[in-house]
Structures are given as structure tokens and as C-alpha cells.
């Protein structure tokens, strides 16, 4: 049986990330971008990293980050994956990748108009240009940065994309299993959709997440 990989992002708190690692979680996400409610200080997250069990993926949220402000982090927080979820070109994503020796997933905003050979001529071009690309992370198009609690257009997705790429935009465990069985994508991340409040995770509905994705998943297998 196929098994979707599980991203919980935005997480800030030593007890959330336990959480979600002991729900199943493959990755963790930190975000380091100031201005979110979801922002977690380098010093803070290299406290939480020390704590996780090896097998886990620690994911690094970056809006228009420069060289030094990646490095700065990585200096206190040993992330495994960079995620650049800004208005960062294909030249800057490699740059800093390359600067700091770690692999990249690159967010993109999924807007109405996009098409799947946008979305595919988009992925092509990250992987010409770096074999520290490692995906796509599919979102929906809001003002901001993520987070934002909206769901695309599915559709929009090609069906030879989809197993390479990451689902995220209003995910919650309320659609997950109808969000799997149609696109069926590598992995999903979620945020708001574990949320209380902006920034405010809730282990129950990271559980009740993680959950939905398992039937999902025994679903379709």
C-alpha cells in the first residue's frame, strides 16, 4: 500500500512536535520568517531539534531570505530541508541551497490561471538547475505567505505531477481522505488545518489529521 508522507508545519512548541512524531508525522516544519504567527527564533528551534527521534525530517520555512539570514538559522537550528515559500527566482533557491549544502523544496502558489504545463514546466526548470531540487510543494494562492487556511483548484494538478509533489493549502483532516483520493500526492503539509488559532497548533487535530491521511491512504489501497 501505497503511504502519503505527512508534514505538520508551523510548529513552535517542544510538546507539538512530540505530538506529531509520535502521531506519525515524516516531517516537521519550522517556520523562520518574522513576520508569521508562526515564527519560531533559531535558538528556539535548535533547542526542539536536539529532541527529535532520527527519521524525521526537519523542514526550514524561508520567505526572501538572503545567504546569511539562511545561514545565520542553520548555524543554531541543523535543519535537514529548506522550503522557500517567497518570491525567491529559481537563480536565488539554488544559490542558497548551494551556499549552505541542503536540499530544497520550492512552495508554489497556485493561482486560478496556472495551468499543468506551468506547473510542470515550472518543476522542470527547478531540476535543471539543481540536483539539490527535490519537489514541488503546491499551495494556494493567497495574499501573504502560506498559512492561509485556502484550498486550490486540485484540478489543476497533472496527474504525472502529483506523485512527485507535495499538497498543502486548507488541509485539514475534514477533506484530507477526499483530498488524497483525488490527487493522490506524494505527501501533504498542513498548518491552519491543526490550528486553534493562528499559530496556535492543537494535538487533537494534528492526531485527527494524521488519521485521516492512514484511511485515506487504506482506501485507496
Known amino acids: 500500500m501505497k503511504r502519503t508522507r505527512i508534514k505538520i508545519c508551523g510548529l513552535s512548541s517542544a510538546e507539538h512536535v512530540a ?3 509520535d502521531a506519525g508525522a515524516d516531517a516537521i516544519g519550522l517556520v523562520f520568517y518574522p ?8 535558538a528556539e528551534a535548535g533547542k526542539i531539534i536536539s529532541g527529535i527521534a532520527p527519521y524525521v525530517s526537519v523542514v526550514g520555512l524561508f520567505v526572501n531570505a538572503s545567504i546569511d539570514e539562511v545561514r545565520q538559522v542553520l548555524e543554531a ?7 522557500f515559500h517567497g518570491d ?3 537563480e536565488d533557491c539554488v544559490r542558497i541551497a548551494e551556499a549552505v549544502n541542503r536540499p530544497f ?34 499551495d494556494a494562492h493567497v495574499d ?5 487556511g485556502k ?20 488541509l485539514s483532516a475534514q477533506n484530507a481522505i477526499e483530498a488524497i483520493a483525488r490527487v493522490r500526492p506524494y505527501a501533504v503539509d498542513v498548518s491552519s488545518g491543526v490550528e486553534v488559532a493562528k499559530g496556535i497548533k492543537d494535538i487533537a487535530r494534528i ?11 487504506a482506501a485507496i489501497g
Do not use: H
Not at 144 to 148: D, E, H, L, R
Open 35 to 42: 513576520k508569521s504567527p508562526r515564527y519560531i527564533a533559531p
Open 105 to 138: 523544496v520550492r512552495a508554489v502558489r497556485v493561482a486560478a490561471d496556472m495551468t499543468g504545463t506551468d506547473l510542470l514546466q515550472c518543476e522542470q526548470d527547478y531540476r535543471a538547475a539543481s540536483t539539490l531540487f527535490n519537489g514541488l510543494l503546491l
Open 19 to 21: 505530538a506529531a512524531v
Open 88 to 90: 525567491e527566482s529559481v
Open 207 to 217: 492526531r485527527a489529521f494524521i488519521d485521516a491521511v492512514g484511511k485515506a491512504d
Open 151 to 170: 484550498v486550490f483548484d486540485w484540478s489543476l494538478i497533472p496527474k504525472e505531477l502529483a506523485p512527485r509533489a507535495v499538497l498543502s493549502g486548507g
Open 77 to 83: 537550528a541543523p535543519i535537514s530541508l529548506l522550503q
Open 144 to 148: 501573504g505567505y502560506g498559512g492561509g
